[in-house]
């Protein structure tokens, strides 16, 4: 059985945006006429019924009012910034129980719905987590080295030709086991991969990260393209 909740991560400063994110949110970054975030909200749409959360802090008054008539909760981290681990645990009480996706918001897709694809092979007595990926030869705005090899077994272990694109399920369980307040999904992931429950799935659509300014242009043109 797939999740019936999901967080979108919103709540980063969006640094190497530059000038662009100085007064705005990088969610609220327009790509081919519309908010990143927009494009996320419209794979969930796509897919069907779940309960949808954000987490903000930077900017968090804009993003509030761009979600206002959305059917988003939004998961305030005030004072400080919690991370995606942290941000995801402390978003736990709207999300409700069992497994969840998430979805990172600096990205655009084609191809099929990346939470469908991610529904479709989950197994949830087997899998702790399972990780949406592209061939680092397909990520389009992506120039660093590879996250992940995927093993004939369908696990992950570190390095590789892989990038993770922001899409997952994962169980939340050993969120609870992290002492820092504040601390990335990869402290999660790494116990996962230790005890073999870290999973993946090769995305057969188009994918692009807008972390930086040169990716919009970068986007556009994968969505022109469809």
């Not at 069907?48 to 761009?66: C, E, F, I, K």
């Not at 399972?130 to 077994?153: E, K, M, Q, Y």
Request: with cysteine; proline share 7%; aromatic share 6%.
């Amino acid at each position: 059985m797939s999740p019936n909740a999901i967080l979108l991560f919103a709540a980063g400063f969006g640094t190497r945006m530059g000038p662009l994110t100085r007064t705005c949110p990088k969610p609220l970054i327009r790509v081919a006429g519309r908010p990143l975030i927009d494009h996320a909200l419209a794979l969930a749409d796509d897919f069907g019924p779940l309960t949808r959360v954000a987490n903000a802090h930077y900017h968090a008054d804009q993003l509030a009012a761009h979600l206002a008539d959305r059917d988003v909760a939004l998961s305030h981290e005030a004072p400080e910034i919690l991370e995606t681990g942290g941000g995801l645990r402390k978003a736990l009480p709207l999300l409700g129980q069992g497994p969840v996706f998430t979805l990172n918001t600096d990205a655009v897709w084609t191809g099929s719905n990346p939470l469908a694809t991610l529904a479709r092979a989950w197994q949830p007595d087997r899998m702790q987590a399972l990780l949406l990926c592209v061939p680092l030869t397909s990520a389009l705005g992506r120039d660093a080295p590879g996250d992940f090899h995927l093993g004939p077994d369908g696990r992950l272990r570190r390095g590789g030709d892989l990038v993770y694109t922001g899409a997952q399920i994962l169980h939340t369980d050993l969120l609870q086991e992290v002492r820092e307040p504040a601390f990335s999904l990869n402290v999660v992931w790494n116990k996962m991969a230790e005890q073999g429950g870290l999973f993946g799935v090769v995305h057969d659509g188009g994918w692009c990260d807008v972390g930086r300014p040169e990716g919009i242009a970068l986007a556009e043109g994968l969505l022109a393209d469809v």
